[in-house]
């Protein structure tokens, strides 16, 4: 599957953002999806993921309660939904798949950068 992101841009602090990832090639439903990002000079790190139909969901701590990740399997389209943003939640952000039955996410989209200014 190949992944496309989009949707970053730059954001006061407590603003909000819409990101999506469009997915082409295998079924999109045959995946799991999430988002990871990876800030100046930091690691890359978790930010959420959801199962293949949308039924469980799962969230790095630091985003509980302010973003939310959906998809629409039948526009192949991931979304992470992003209010009450903070300086720190700037980074680079990456959409992944995760084909069912397997442990690890295996194809990645290009990354959109998100900027918060304080």
């Known amino acids: 599957v190949q992944l496309q992101a989009s949707g970053g841009g730059s954001v006061q602090a407590g603003g909000s953002l819409r990101l999506s990832c469009a997915a082409s090639g295998r079924t999109f439903s045959s995946y799991s999806m999430g988002w990871f990002r990876q800030g100046p000079e930091k690691e890359r790190e978790f930010v959420a993921s959801i199962s293949s139909y949308g039924g469980s969901t799962r969230y790095a701590d630091s985003v509980v309660g302010r973003f939310t990740i959906s998809r629409d399997n039948a526009r192949n389209t991931l979304y992470l939904q992003m209010n009450g943003l903070k300086p720190e939640d700037t980074a680079v952000y990456y959409c992944?798949?995760?084909?069912?039955?397997?442990?690890?996410?295996?194809?990645w989209g290009q990354g959109t950068q998100v900027t918060v200014s304080s």
């Open positions: 992944a798949a995760r084909p069912m039955g397997t442990s690890n996410f295996s194809s």
